[in-house]
């Protein structure tokens, strides 16, 4: 269990709440103490986006670590606890147990009337101190200044701070394969015929017809010749395909809840208002 002394020296230095393994789960918000003991119970680390939320993290296990308080737990499994949206920052007994129940610990709440666990170190004060009030219930303005240091109070609201981060959204792929198509082509292609030619003897071929024997038998040939089609085939190269990216850009609309504080007046003659901007002095 985390002393009181210990708190002191942890939250001087504005430390963070870290993991076992010293990875930071989040900034030290508040310290809440059990109001029947006056011990330490729970601590907020600031989680979520930009750490704009506040979960709580049981102390029961924890060790201070220089300006860090370490605890046994993982930043997802503190990013999942119940939390509380008592603007005042108390815990009630059922808050309690369902935090219990979150961190498999012990219920020490059961049979408890319904007290609270109250913040009573802010790390929130606008001095840069930790508030702590003297009877263990937080004091006027306890939650924006220190206690009854003036009269005014500290209105803040969320501010939604919105960026990218690169993500893998696909894979593009060449892929080589082999299809057969049918090609048709037109060729030429040329035969011989056998003509038969017949001519009359004259004096010019009588010698030739004449040479032989007056009555014989002769046998005569011609070798025909015609075109055949060949096909050939050879592969060639026709062009080169490569993969590359562009980059596009493009709006996107982002729609998110953010939180602001009110500061409501009241007056003796039980006016009231509401503020959310600037004050109108002339009316309060």
């Known amino acids: 269990m985390i002393s009181t002394d210990e708190i002191n020296t942890l939250l001087s230095g504005r430390g963070d709440v870290v993991d076992q393994h010293g990875k930071k789960i989040g900034s030290i918000g508040q310290i809440f103490t059990d109001d029947r003991t006056g011990e330490p119970e729970w601590v907020t680390a600031h989680t979520g986006l930009f750490g704009g939320g506040e979960s709580f993290v049981p102390l029961s296990a924890a060790t201070v670590t220089g300006n860090d308080v370490q605890v046994p ?4 499994q503190v990013k999942d606890a119940p939390h509380s949206d008592d603007k005042d920052g108390y815990l009630t007994v059922e ?7 979150h961190y ?9 009337a319904d007290t609270y666990t109250e913040p009573v170190y802010d790390q929130n004060a606008t001095t840069g101190d930790y508030a702590e009030t003297e009877t263990g219930r937080p004091t006027e303005g306890h939650d924006t200044s220190d206690a009854n240091t003036d009269d005014a109070m500290t209105r803040s609201e969320e501010q939604l701070h919105v960026g990218t981060r690169q993500t893998e959204a696909g894979k593009a792929r060449l892929r080589k394969y082999i299809v057969t198509e049918q090609e048709t082509r037109t060729v ?4 011989e ?7 009359p003897i004259t004096d010019a ?6 040479s032989g024997a007056d009555l014989s038998e002769e046998e005569h040939e011609v070798v025909l010749h015609e075109d055949k089609v060949v096909v050939d085939k050879e592969a060639v190269a026709v062009e080169r395909i490569k993969l590359g990216t562009e980059t596009v850009t ?26 959310t901007g600037d004050v109108d002095t002339d009316r309060v």
């Open 104 to 112: 498999g610990l012990e219920d020490t709440t059961t049979g408890q």
């Open 193 to 199: 015929e056998v003509t038969i030619t017949r001519e």
């Open 95 to 101: 808050q309690e147990s369902a935090l219990y129940a």
């Open 73 to 76: 737990y993982t930043k997802d």
């Open 250 to 275: 493009e709006n996107q609309t982002v729609t998110e809840d953010v939180r602001k504080e009110q500061i409501e007046f009241e007056d003796d003659t039980n006016t009231t208002g509401r503020t």
């Open 205 to 210: 071929n009588r010698g030739d017809a004449l």
């Open 188 to 191: 030429p292609v040329s035969h």
